[in-house]
Structures are given as C-alpha cells and as structure tokens.
C-alpha cells in the first residue's frame, strides 16, 4: 500500500469511526432523555394521586394549611403532627410502590409559590392544593436527590454495553492503525535492506567475476604471478560475502534462539585487546588513534566470547566507519554496583536526535538522501543490541550530530 493510499485509507477509517461514535454517544443521550421523561410522568403521577388523596381528607388539609401559616411557609413537615406527616408519607410509599417506583426521596410542605423553571434540574416536583386547605392552601413537593443515579441505573445493561463497545472500538481502530503504520515501515525497512542487499552482493560478484575471466586469459606458467592476484581477489570477496550472509542468518538465528550461546568466564580488558587486534589494521590505514582506559578493577564477565568479541568489533567497526578521514576513538572501563561498564566513543559523524532511539531496529540506517556513503545492511547495532540484552546487559547511547557518538554498555559481572 503506497504512503498516499495509506493515509487516505486512515482519513476515511477516522472519519467513518467518528461518525459512528456521534451517532453512538446521540443514541445514549436520546435513551436518557427517554428514561428522563418516564422518570418525569412517574413523579408526577405519584405526587398527583398523593395530593389528591390529601385534599379528600378535609381535616388533614385545613391541619396542614394552619401550621403552613403559622410557621410563614417555613419547610415541614418537621412542624407538622406526627398524624399528618405520616400520613402523606404512607401516601407517597403506596403510590410509589403502585406505580413501580423505587428511589429515596423526601417531602416538602410550604405555601403556594411560582414553579421555579429549575425545579426539574432540580430534581423537586411540586404540587399547590387549595380549597379544602383554607384560604392560602399550601405547596407539595416531593424531592428525589438520586434522579440521575436512578436513570443511570434504569439504562442499566444498554448504557454500559453502548460505553464499553464505543471503547473496544477506539483500541481496536488505534491498534489497527499502529499496526498499519508498523507494517508500511516495515515495508520500507525491508526494500531498503534489500536494496543496500543488492550493492552489498553487487561489487564482490563483479571483482570475482573479473578475476575469473583473468585468470581465463593468464594460463601461461609465465604469468602464474598474476593468477595468484587474481586467485587472493577471488577469495577475498568470497569472503566478504560469505560474512555478509552470515551477519544476516545470525541475526534471524539469534532472534528465533536457534544458536545456544555458549558461557564462560570472560576477562573483557583481554577481549577488548582482542578485537582491537582483528581490526588494528583499518585503523592504521586510515592513520586513526585509539585512546584506552581500562580502569575497571572487576574485569570477569559471564558470556559468550564468539558473540561478546563479534559485537564489540562491530562496535569498534562502526566507529571506523562513521568517522572523519583520522578516527579518533576513545575505549573506557568502569565498575559501578554490580556491572561492568563499557563505554566506546568517537568524534564522528554522530546521529540525529530523531533517529537516536531507532538505530537499534533491524535494518534501520539513517537517511543519507538516495546514497549511503557507509556499506551495510542496518544489522550490526541490532545485532549488538540483541547479544548484549542475551547477556543481562544494557546499551545506551549518546550522539550529536557532527560531533561523535559515545555507547555506554553495562554486563554484569562475576
């Protein structure tokens, strides 16, 4: 899928996802506003038919307009008798019991009064009786403090399954695009490894070629000088692809755990001369320095030496590489708590910030334009990355962009 199509099938993908949730989220407000209404006629009902049974009761009404006047329209019933406070409670337990109602609530009794626009929002209900209540008559009000919990509860199941599926969808729909995103840049990963692939294998199969169709030409024992040349060219790139294919069917041997990583005590100052050895002469050629600063007293390491002395190389190989005309490379030792730190550092090119933490992703290199100045496949740090973590060890790096990179490596020791 090109980038375009990519970013067009996402658009689409956000724009069909929010419209959905729109429709979703307007869907469980409607429901609300239906349960709402139902909530509203309920209440109503309960307090209509509670009011009309009080102003049956002559007696009670004309008690409760004395005492609504008397105490100036103060909130009852804490004033009322205990007759007539309980008998507008039993009414409102009967007809809320009638009319399957079942939430707290709390009566008032006070004098007639305008109804506040706000008394739904409110949650309070109010009722005026008059007549058999005297001349003022007084105001009912039945008061519901858990209204929104109730409609809450009423939607039940559909309100829950309605927020649950709008959540499962927004993890899935991310999870979807970061999973495309993975794959598109994995796509471009792999057409640039095969692509550095292709130059790698290109240059050692065309010397190999040439000096066979030499050596063709050369038969004479007189040139036999020469078919020795052409014989130590043939062998030399064979050897260079022989390593590059290996560097490649290690790094997928070692991420399926087919190569078993044979331990032993390592001294790692012996190592460090070790590979400095194997590629002394890339740096004398180039007229590079080494500065050396073993000052680790604990030394012992537990690990492979093959692998442990591959990587560090490829460390060291790295520095060469992405260094100016004269590397200048600097190798450290220290202890701290129970690691053994290594730190390696160099005075070249050094990493963008934005591609600092992806130097370590297979087949990652970092955008030169079309050209990549420096062979490879994007392997070696990934490589290293992967037997440093088998060993129980970190690596961190630290770079600024045309001033040298430095690796800090911490492996336990023994």
């Not at 996802?17 to 979703?24: F, T």
């Not at 001294?267 to 460090?272: A, D, K, S």
């Not at 450290?332 to 390696?344: A, G, K, P």
Request: hydrophobic fraction near 40%; charge should be neutral; proline fraction near 2%.
């Amino acid at each position: 899928m090109t980038p375009n199509r990519t970013h067009l099938f996402i658009a689409i993908s956000s724009i069909a996802l929010v419209i959905v949730l729109i429709i979703q989220v307007n869907w469980i407000l409607q429901t609300a506003k239906i349960k709402e209404q139902l909530f509203n006629e309920k209440a109503n009902m309960v307090l209509s038919k509670t009011t009309e049974a009080i102003g049956t009761d002559q007696a009670t009404c004309q008690k409760i307009g004395e005492v609504v006047n008397e105490n100036n329209g103060s909130q009852l019933p804490a004033k009322l008798g205990s007759n007539e406070t309980h008998k507008i409670d039993s009414l409102f337990n009967k007809y809320m019991k009638f009319y399957n109602f079942h939430i707290d609530y709390y009566f008032e009794v006070k004098k007639p009064s305008n109804v506040n626009v706000n008394d739904y929002a409110n949650y309070v209900y109010n009722k005026s009786l008059r007549d058999a209540a005297g001349e003022n008559g007084f105001e009912l009000k039945l008061i519901f403090p858990d209204k929104k919990q109730y409609i809450i509860a009423e939607m039940g199941t559909l309100f829950v399954t309605s927020v649950l599926l709008i959540l499962i969808v927004l993890v899935l729909f991310w999870r979807t695009v970061l999973s495309l995103m993975r794959e598109k840049q994995l796509s471009e990963h792999t057409t640039d490894f095969l692509n550095n692939m292709t130059h790698e294998f290109k240059t050692p199969l065309t010397n190999i070629a040439l000096a066979g169709k030499m050596i063709i030409k050369e038969t004479t024992v007189q040139h036999s000088d020469k078919i020795k040349h052409y014989s130590g060219i043939i062998l030399e790139e064979n050897e260079k692809l022989r390593l590059q294919v290996e560097q490649v069917l290690s790094m997928t041997a070692l991420e399926r755990g087919e190569i078993p990583l044979v331990k032993t005590k390592i001294n790692f100052h012996e190592l460090i001369h070790d590979s400095l050895k194997y590629i002394s002469i890339q740096i004398e050629s180039k007229k590079g320095n080494v500065k050396l600063n073993l000052g680790s007293e604990n030394v012992m390491v537990l690990g492979d030496k093959t692998h442990l002395t591959n990587a560090f190389s490829n460390l060291i190989d790295n520095a060469i590489k992405y260094s100016h005309e004269k590397p200048d490379i600097y190798i450290q030792t220290m202890t701290s708590d129970h690691n053994l730190i290594v730190v390696v550092a160099d005075k070249g090119l050094g990493i963008e910030k934005e591609y600092q933490k992806k130097v370590f992703d297979k087949f990652f290199r970092v955008p030169k334009g079309d050209v990549h100045d420096v062979k490879g496949f994007g392997l070696g740090l990934a490589y290293i990355k992967k037997i440093v973590e088998l060993h129980g060890g970190t690596i961190e790096l630290q770079s600024e962009s045309g001033k040298g990179t430095t690796f800090t490596i911490a492996l336990p020791y023994v």
